[in-house]
């Protein structure tokens, strides 16, 4: 079984930084595409960040020049470092990634159980 774990979340003052970071465990053979979503209050979840695993990033608007998504493909790992926070960041961030567990196997998207962002003074 894979699963995803975040870390990183908490509490931050307007114009601070947090880094989010997501480990993938189990049994893994290869990650495809890696995301950042995000779920504001009585909100849809939407995709803030994604990488391909050839290292190609896209972002959603409201976060481009802020945010900045990374992995580490060796330690089968993804990274969202949130700079200039504001208070519409607030939000529970989710990792997701595709990952396949043997060659033979097609792609599974996983969630992590995400973690919570707070921007507030």
């Known amino acids: 079984q894979v699963q995803l774990a975040e870390s990183g979340g908490g509490l931050v003052q307007p114009g601070g930084s947090l880094r989010l970071s997501c480990a993938a465990s189990?049994?893994?053979?290869?990650?495809?595409?890696m995301r950042w979503y995000r779920q504001a209050p009585g909100k849809e979840r939407d995709q803030v960040a994604t990488?391909?695993?050839?290292?190609?990033?896209n972002y959603e608007d409201s976060v481009k020049g802020r945010f900045t998504i990374s992995r580490d493909s060796a330690k089968n790992t993804v990274s969202l470092q949130m700079n200039s926070l504001k208070p519409e960041d607030t939000a529970v961030y989710y990792c997701n990634a595709d990952i396949k567990s043997w060659p033979s196997y097609g792609y599974l998207e996983v969630w992590g159980q995400g973690t919570l962002v707070t921007v507030s003074s």
């Open positions: 189990g049994r893994i053979f290869s990650i495809n595409n």
């Open positions: 990488i391909t695993s050839g290292g190609s990033t």
